[in-house]
């Protein structure tokens, strides 16, 4: 997984190279979706987020069509 910003030194944030509390540098992810339902799949795009960003912040929207 790799993220779409950059740490303070303008190095690529990478899972091999970004992991835990060394990359919580005030980031934050956005996940939007339907979530419906919410799975453990969404569950572990989450926990891998808080690894790289040190907030996530959860959408959820509304497909008529499900």
């Known amino acids: 997984m ?3 910003s950059t740490k303070p ?23 939007a979706g339907s979530f419906d339902p919410f799975t453990i799949g969404h569950k572990d795009v989450v926990d891998r987020a808080l690894a ?3 907030r ?7 497909n008529a069509a499900k």
């Open 2 to 4: 790799t993220a779409i």
């Open 9 to 31: 030194d303008n190095k690529p944030c990478t899972e091999a190279a970004c992991t835990g509390a060394a990359c919580n540098n005030g980031l934050t992810a956005l996940f």
């Open 52 to 54: 790289l960003f040190g």
């Open 56 to 62: 996530v912040v959860i959408c959820i929207g509304i």
